[in-house]
């Protein structure tokens, strides 16, 4: 309702040309255009708390057949940056919900900020922590809001958590998801990704200091050896957090943000929407 003229105003009539106008009425478009993304501007989603969980939802007010669950970086939903890609999947015809997995307290801009303690940070974040806040993001997206299918978006943080819950690794069985797409995971295990039981897809830029050619192969060679569809594209002149935070000025991280949003919103359209995986 609110977002088309957002859309415009900020992409001109260069959003008509690229396919805007067929992916706002949704007939016959096989995937998102890159129209939808918005890197800049105010949010367009509202918040609710459920069981002691902040929930950004975005897309509407109501849940889509398929939804996103959108796992953050550490900068959490303070980071404009997360919630306009939030919204983007909004764009893309998706109810999405984005909880807060850092209970108000996510990880400053600035690193460097004093008193902040980064290796205490993510030690308190870790699995016991963020299992039980994502689950209930699942619940809340199945059972609060009726959403049949649940897709997973994760970022760095929240990459690893999208690729746990397409895995056996979290919770019981399969989480309540039907497909992952991570986007320059950090901090993954290899029985994380050997436990992968879903159709995965990640995107991985080749200046990520987190995710170096060894750990990237190894990444690859893992969800190689699953037996779920996947997906491993990777992408060039491409940092740590290309996928949320690019400067889109440059034509490399530009490619590299608006075609993992492309790859991540193709993979829900087929392998959640489409073709569930059994
Ligand atoms: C919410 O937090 C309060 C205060 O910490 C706690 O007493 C309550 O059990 C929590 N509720 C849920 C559903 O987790
Ligand atoms: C959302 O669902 C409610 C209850 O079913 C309905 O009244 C409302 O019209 C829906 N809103 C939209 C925007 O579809
Ligand atoms: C940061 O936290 C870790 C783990 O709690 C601790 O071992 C370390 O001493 C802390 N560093 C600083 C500079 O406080
Ligand atoms: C591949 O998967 C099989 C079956 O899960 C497992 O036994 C084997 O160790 C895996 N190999 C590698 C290289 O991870
Ligand atoms: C983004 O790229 C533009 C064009 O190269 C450059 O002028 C600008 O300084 C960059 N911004 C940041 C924050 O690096």
Known sequence: MHYPSFTFVLWGLAAVATGGECCKAKAKCPVASVSDLVNTGNPVGKSEVYEN??????GGDNA?????LFLTDIYGLA???????????GRAGYFTVAPDLFNGSPSPLDMNAPGFNQTRFLDSHGPPETDPIVAKAVQYLREVRGARRVAV??????GRYALRFAGTTAGAGRNGVHAAFAAHPSGWTADEIAAVALPASVALGDLDELNPPDKRHELEALLANTTAPWQADLYSGAPHGFAVRANVS???????????????????EF???????R
């Open 153 to 158: 978006a994760g970022y760095c943080f929240g």
């Open 79 to 89: 980071s404009p940056e997360n919630k306009l890609l939030a919204d983007s999947f």
């Open 271 to 277: 392998w959640a929407k489409g073709e569930p995986y």
């Open 64 to 68: 889509t057949d398929v939804s996103v």
């Open 250 to 268: 440059e034509p490399q991280p530009r490619f590299a943000k608006e075609t993992a949003f492309i790859q991540a919103v193709r993979w829900f």
């Open 53 to 58: 969980v902040t929930m950004y939802y975005t």
